[in-house]
């Protein structure tokens, strides 16, 4: 088997997403920075993997790329016990990296971008609010599906809880206060939990 190639930018959520599958999948790889605030994903180069000029994109053989974060989850979870094999189940995993993508990560993501990574809060901070806002409603839908659910789907840990947990639990990075959510603190406990566990900035 080839040794995939994960081009990645270690602050980023979206590409913690693979590192944290691929890991916890036992599936070796190698990273290759990209360093996305001085431009690295604009270059022709990268624009050759991925005409998007986004990050993660994993090269799964010479020459073939897959790109957007939560495609790369389902394609490096089929057959495994990280996506359900019934359609309902299935079907809800979809569900909720649809809704991390859409309703999740368009605000929570941003919001830490500009804070901690880029450093610009101040710069920032009107459209900040209405970025908090959009975080909030979604941490609250979260929040209510928690208080009678273990885990996301089928009780049981799936790339839904990986895709939604790389930017919740580092929300308090864009500004969002958790300690108003008991629930998703406390599924933030249980996935942390899960063997092979690897925090956001580890290396590898």
Do not use: C
């Amino acid at each position: 088997m080839e040794t995939l190639h994960l081009y990645d930018f270690l602050p980023s959520g979206n590409g913690y997403k693979i590192r944290l599958l691929l890991t916890q999948l036992g599936i070796p790889f190698e990273r290759v920075e990209v360093n996305i605030t001085k431009g690295e994903t604009q270059s022709p180069e990268f624009l050759s993997k991925n005409p998007n000029g986004k990050i993660p994109v994993l090269e799964i053989e010479p020459g073939k790329y897959l790109a957007e974060s939560n495609a790369i989850m389902v394609y490096l979870s089929e057959g495994t016990e990280f996506l359900p094999y019934d359609r309902v189940s299935r079907a809800q995993v979809l569900q909720w990296l649809f809704f991390e993508q859409s309703s999740h990560e368009p605000f929570i993501a941003t919001s830490r971008y500009w804070i901690s990574v880029l450093g610009k809060a101040e710069e920032y901070k009107d459209v900040l609010q209405e970025k908090h806002k959009g975080g909030y409603a979604a941490l609250s839908l979260m929040e209510e599906h928690l208080k009678s659910h273990t885990f996301f789907v089928a009780e049981r840990y799936t790339i839904a809880d990986i895709s939604l947990f790389a930017y919740t639990h580092v929300a308090h990075e864009g500004g969002f206060d958790l300690s108003r959510f008991p629930h998703i603190k406390a599924w933030i406990e249980r996935v942390k939990a899960e063997s092979r566990y690897i925090s956001i900035t580890q290396e590898l």
